[in-house]
């Protein structure tokens, strides 16, 4: 047999042949599939066998096909507005129009993505549960005899709970910090201040936790103050001209006290979730699958 040189060696045939596919390939068949195969064959033939097949059957297992469509999904969501529409107008105050118009895409972006966290969790208890229980009850939750449609719906709610709040109570727990920082802090301290010298009480600055406080300035010791017994508020103890001073303060301070309150719970309720949610939840659907396929009871 003949030698026909370097042009007939597998090194050369190789990358001639992988040229030529990649070509024909990629350059021909993918681009007339895509402009022309597609829009004339292939797109009309998976719309019909999705309206066939794919939607009687959402229709014969749900009863309804907009269900499950996103695009139908539109929650209204009216208290994530108007925090929305609140953050909004604060920051416009915080650093002015000019820069608001220059920085607005970044703001906008970031309120806007809180705005769709609390929507999520207002969406979710006001359209989905409050509905579902008033047509169904509660008895689904922890049946004593458990059926398909028991189990389903509570593995969905206690997955599609735990899913959503251990998301969005971090972001409430933020907002309602934030909240407390500026306007609750300040309302107890001056108020505080305004209401403690409208007693004639002597001004005092303590630093500490419960038992563990030194006191700065003031007479006596903060831990004497932790042994006295609280004395109750009289008006009739204060001079007349000073009972508006003492109320106006008083409500000022106790405005403060809720929002602590406030604060508190859902750094609770934060915490609870972090923790504890998701061992809860796995329990809970451990509970509901052993009580559902494997002891029935009662039968």
């Known amino acids: 047999m003949a030698y026909c040189g370097p042009l007939c060696s597998h090194r050369t045939v190789a990358p001639f042949v992988r040229t030529v ?16 195969l597609w829009p004339l064959l292939f797109a009309p033939l998976f719309t019909r066998v999705y309206g066939v097949l794919w939607s009687p059957l959402f229709t014969c297992v749900c009863g309804r096909t907009d269900v499950f469509d996103p695009v139908s999904f539109r929650p209204v969501c009216s208290a994530s507005d108007s925090i929305y529409r609140l953050l909004q107008h604060s920051a416009e105050i915080a650093i002015g129009p000019d820069q608001m118009h220059e920085y607005s895409p970044l703001i906008a972006g970031g309120l806007l993505r809180v705005r769709l966290e609390l929507c999520v969790v207002e969406s979710f208890i006001t359209e989905s549960i409050i509905p579902f ?3 169904n009850g509660i008895s689904w939750i922890l049946p004593l005899h458990e059926t398909v ?3 389903v719906a509570g593995s969905l709610f206690a997955v599609t709970t735990c899913f959503i709040l ?35 009480k002597p001004i005092t600055v303590d630093v500490g936790v419960g038992p563990f406080k030194t006191r700065l300035i003031g007479e006596g010791s903060a831990k004497d103050d932790l042994a006295k017994e609280p004395t109750k508020f009289d008006f009739k103890s204060i001079p007349p001209a000073v009972v508006p001073v003492a109320a106006a303060s008083g409500l000022i301070k106790g405005f403060g006290a809720v929002s602590k309150g ?15 949610l998701v061992l809860i939840t796995t329990v809970y659907l451990a509970f509901k699958f052993v009580h559902f396929k494997i002891f029935p009871f009662p039968f």
């Open 262 to 276: 406030v604060k508190e719970f859902f750094e609770g309720t934060d915490l609870f979730v972090g923790r504890y």
């Open 149 to 151: 449609e028991t189990y």
């Open 166 to 200: 251990v998301g969005s109570t971090k972001l409430l727990a933020v907002l309602v910090t934030s909240a407390d920082l500026f306007l609750g802090l300040p309302a107890r301290l001056l108020g505080g201040f305004v209401f403690d010298r409208a007693q004639n």
């Open 21 to 36: 596919v990649h070509t024909c390939v990629w350059r021909t068949v993918v681009p007339f599939v895509h402009t022309v």
């Open 133 to 135: 229980v008033k047509t």
